[in-house]
């Protein structure tokens, strides 16, 4: 797949790879996708916490991201696919092999429920240890918010939120014991800022929408979601909204003074709430 042809979200972050290798269906525009990360040793209670976050979202209509690594990854898959929610996994490496190899029947489970795996890298290219760092990046590009559940002190979920903060995305962190080594990271991402949250419900709430779009609303192109916009999203909405012509990018950068990568956040927040509307990288009501 060429980057023109790559999900509007991950098309626009700062470094989108350059193609994408795909078996499934990517999610399409109009979906609202939201990444459940965490680390491949993870306790019960957190993998309890995954599936019931990627469960009861995917319930909702979201399409669940995340990595097919062991531990929270499988959990957030394995949640989303109870209710045969979509679920897109990103590897860190080459098609068609599946890394690891104990989740190929996982893998198969996802496909089969029109989700996606996919991943920058050439057929059969190795899962050298560098990959996974940089398939982060795609794992929060195709997301509009990031769920950390479990992230030690070195962990590929902090390198994932991390990316995820200069994408524009939101960034949720589930807290546990302060004294456990596999939430020194979460920790340390609250106090960075990332949003603290202990229920599916508060992800809702905390971005703006009073509930999400189900999943036949959303093949049907329809939406009942209610909004509370935020000041950038409302500003971006209110520019593009008083001309009287479509706005590129650009011109949307100049008139808000936002930075280039909020405004994009913005307008795909928008486009899938269905206030803008985008045609040849154009932008209108």
């Known amino acids: 797949m060429k980057r023109e042809n790559f999900p509007r979200v991950l098309r626009e972050i700062p470094d989108p ?5 795909v078996m ?4 399409q525009d109009e979906e609202l996708t939201i990444a459940v990360v965490g680390t491949r040793k993870a306790t019960g209670a957190g993998l309890k916490s995954a599936e019931r976050f990627a469960k009861e979202l995917s319930q909702q209509g979201a399409v669940i991201i995340s990595g097919l690594a062991m531990g929270i990854d499988t959990a957030a898959h394995e949640g989303t696919l109870q209710n045969q929610g979509k679920t897109v996994a990103v590897l860190g490496n080459g ?6 190899a104990q989740n190929e029947n996982l893998a198969k489970k996802i496909l ?8 920058e890298y050439k057929e059969n290219h ?3 240890k560098g990959n996974f760092i940089q398939r982060n990046r795609i794992i929060s590009g195709l ?3 990031v769920i950390v559940i479990e992230a030690p002190l070195r962990s590929g979920a902090l390198a994932t939120a991390t990316f995820a903060a200069t994408q524009g995305r939101e960034v949720f962190v589930v807290p546990g014991p302060i004294n456990h080594p596999n939430y020194v990271g979460s920790h340390a991402l609250i106090r960075d800022g990332a949003r603290l949250v202990t229920s599916p419900e508060e992800v809702i709430e ?3 929408l009073d509930r999400l779009p189900t999943m036949r609303e959303s093949t049907k192109g329809e939406s009942s979601v209610k909004l509370k916009l935020t000041t950038e999203e409302e500003l971006v909405f209110m520019k593009v909204k008083v001309q009287n012509f479509p706005l590129p990018v650009d011109k ?4 808000t003074k936002l930075d280039p990568q909020i405004v994009n956040s913005s307008l795909a927040s928008l486009i899938i709430r269905g206030l803008i509307q985008e045609a040849g990288g154009l932008y209108t009501i």
């Open 17 to 21: 790879p350059s193609r994408l290798f």
């Open 143 to 145: 997301a509009l918010a």
């Open 126 to 128: 190795p899962s050298y």
């Open 24 to 27: 499934g269906s990517l999610p």
């Open 95 to 100: 098609l068609p092999k599946i890394y690891p």
């Open 252 to 255: 949307i950068v100049e008139l």
């Open 112 to 119: 089969e429920a029109g989700g996606a795996i996919t991943s």
């Open 206 to 208: 905390d971005l703006g």
